[in-house]
């Protein structure tokens, strides 16, 4: 019997497969992924650092391990390169193999800032256990980190580097850090932690070039000023990698586009994770991606179920200003209002008629965080 | 008391505390949150991302 297939071993792919194994012991099973199929969580590859642990410590299983685990068939160092949804084929470059139902968990891609200058294409970033392992090789005991991107990922490297004694520049066009999630007044309160533990900020700004200098390089940035780092780190955004799923002909939006069931536009295709679109949203975080896995398995074993996501609010994790936020969603109609204490803010972002679409909360605020969640609508009901 | 993490997010469970925003009185012992539980900050169930005992 052709194998129920999934592409990808990020925690996607994995919690899928798991929990596939609690409903189905029988049902053959493969995975393909491209790299090694280490079992990792990747939200810990921006706190590593200042928990004292080495990228070979965040492995939590191989893919042999997980092999046995799962009784799957896990094919490592194997990348799919078409599907073929009305033949059920699957090729990848290394073999060609039916599949009986096919899951997309192939994750999203970087985005590559657009620079000039020869130390360019040396920009790191970080959004796989491979990256990561690259990134702590490259990074020298007390070297200045040029980070792009004042974001979630680009803050939480911050906070990681700068707590473990390395001197940081963040760089961001936004007059703000989390500039999609926060409103200023809790933006101030983050950025100050950080410039207490010695971030440089270098805000409304962007990086045009980046030219080697000694051993590292040189950054020009808008203003015409220049910093130098020993290292320089892109966070600028991901995209969903979609290109797969567009090839063989499936709707693709800015994700590979789903239903509830995290179905595709090919009733035998599905996806899930950071690569899927589900009915128009695009959520790269860990929690909705636990929440699809469980009704999919479901469904890939005979149960047809819908993904209900609940509000789900971000831990950003930047120890030195506890953040999280729920950002409103797209298009949501209001305002933000706004407490702020000593040690604290709460904004609530509130619809014309006063009902909660969403918040963000800094410093001590944060313990609002479950009252405030169950203020908050479904996601998808 | 005992103090459990979540391996996925780093999330404590502190036995001694409880979560009582979520109806888990102080000094509940791990094994008797229910099954169903997920992790606060990541989702992620009790039952198959263990979580690891912290030294006291
Ligand atoms: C630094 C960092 C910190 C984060 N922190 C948090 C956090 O605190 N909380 C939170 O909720 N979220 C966080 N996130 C987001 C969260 O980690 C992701 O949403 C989640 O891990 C995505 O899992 P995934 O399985 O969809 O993708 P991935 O983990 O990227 O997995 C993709 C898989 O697909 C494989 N693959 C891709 N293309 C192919 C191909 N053509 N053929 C075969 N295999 C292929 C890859 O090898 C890989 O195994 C963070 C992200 C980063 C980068
Ligand atoms: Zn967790």
């Known amino acids: 019997m052709a194998p129920l297939t999934v592409l990808g071993t990020g925690l996607a792919g994995y919690t899928l497969a798991r929990e596939i194994r609690k409903r189905d012991r029988e049902v053959p099973l493969r995975l393909v992924t491209a790299d090694d199929g280490s079992a990792y969580s990747k939200p810990m590859l921006s706190n590593a650092l200042a928990r004292g642990k080495t990228p070979a410590q965040l492995v939590m299983a191989s893919a042999a391990d997980m092999a046995a685990q799962l009784d799957a068939r896990i094919d490592t160092h194997t990348r799919a390169l078409a599907i073929d949804p009305a033949a ?28 000039a200058g020869d130390g360019a294409g040396e920009v790191l970033s970080v959004n796989d256990l491979d990256d990561y392992r690259h990134f702590r090789q490259r990074l020298a005991a007390d070297g200045r980190v040029l980070i792009l991107g004042a974001g979630l990922i680009g803050c939480e490297f911050a906070n990681d580097l700068a707590a473990s004694g390395h001197a940081v520049t963040l760089v961001d066009p936004a007059p703000q850090a989390l500039g999609r999630l926060l409103p200023a007044a809790g933006a101030r309160q983050l950025e100050a932690a950080l410039s207490e533990l010695g971030v440089q900020w270098r805000l409304g700004l962007t990086a045009g070039r980046v030219d080697r200098a000694g ?77 699809g896995a469980r009704a999919l398995a479901a469904t890939l074993t005979g149960t047809p179920t819908a993904v209900r996501l609940p509000a789900m609010p971000v831990v950003v994790k930047t120890p030195a200003c506890p953040v999280v936020v729920a950002p409103p969603p797209p298009g949501a109609q209001g305002e933000w209002r706004i407490e702020a204490t000593a040690d604290g803010v709460l904004a609530r ?19 609002q965080k479950q009252r405030l969640s169950r203020e908050l609508p479904p996601l998808l009901d | 008391m005992k103090k459990w993490q979540c391996v996925v997010c780093g999330f404590i469970y502190d036995e001694e505390q409880g979560l009582p925003e979520e109806g888990i009185a102080p000094g509940t012992r791990w094994e008797d949150i229910p099954e169903d539980w997920e992790c606060p900050e990541c989702g992620v169930s009790k039952d198959d991302f263990e979580m690891v005992e912290l030294e006291a």
């Open chain 1, 88 to 115: 059920r084929r699957l090729r990848t470059d290394r073999d060609e193999d039916a599949f009986s139902q096919l899951v997309l968990a192939v994750g999203a891609d970087p985005v590559r800032p657009d620079l």
């Open chain 1, 215 to 291: 051993s590292g390089y040189r950054v020009t940035l808008s203003d015409g000023s220049r910093v130098e780092a020993g290292l320089v780190l892109s966070a600028i955004g991901l995209q969903p990698r979609t290109a797969l799923a567009a090839d063989a002909g499936l709707a693709t939006g800015r994700g590979i586009e789903v239903d509830r069931w995290l179905r595709s536009s090919d009733a035998r295709v599905f996806a899930l994770g950071d690569c899927a679109q589900v009915e128009g949203l695009v959520l790269p975080f860990v929690m909705p991606l636990m929440q």
């Open chain 1, 349 to 367: 972002f509130e619809q014309p008629d006063g009902r909660l679409a969403g918040f963000a909360l800094t410093g001590t605020a944060v313990a």
